[in-house]
């Protein structure tokens, strides 16, 4: 059972987090480099967008 202060907690973790992403800036060499990498070295590849995982995250922590 999630508690009122948890509930705020969790809404102030959600602002931070929005706050330091828009601070981050990769670029699309940076995120291409990564990615090939993890293909390389552990036969990896996304199924899933950075948008749209970090989006499918905060939804998860809402509804927790």
């Known amino acids: 059972r999630v508690h009122k202060k948890q509930i705020s907690e969790m809404s102030d973790?959600?602002?931070?987090?929005?706050?330091?992403?828009?601070e981050m800036q990769f670029s699309q060499e940076f995120i291409d480099a990564v990615v090939r990498k993890a293909k390389e070295?552990?036969?990896?590849?996304p199924k899933t967008s950075l948008d749209k995982g970090l989006r499918r995250t905060i939804e998860f922590f809402r509804k927790a």
């Open 41 to 45: 070295k552990l036969g990896w590849k």
């Open 13 to 22: 973790l959600e602002k931070l987090a929005a706050e330091r992403f828009k």
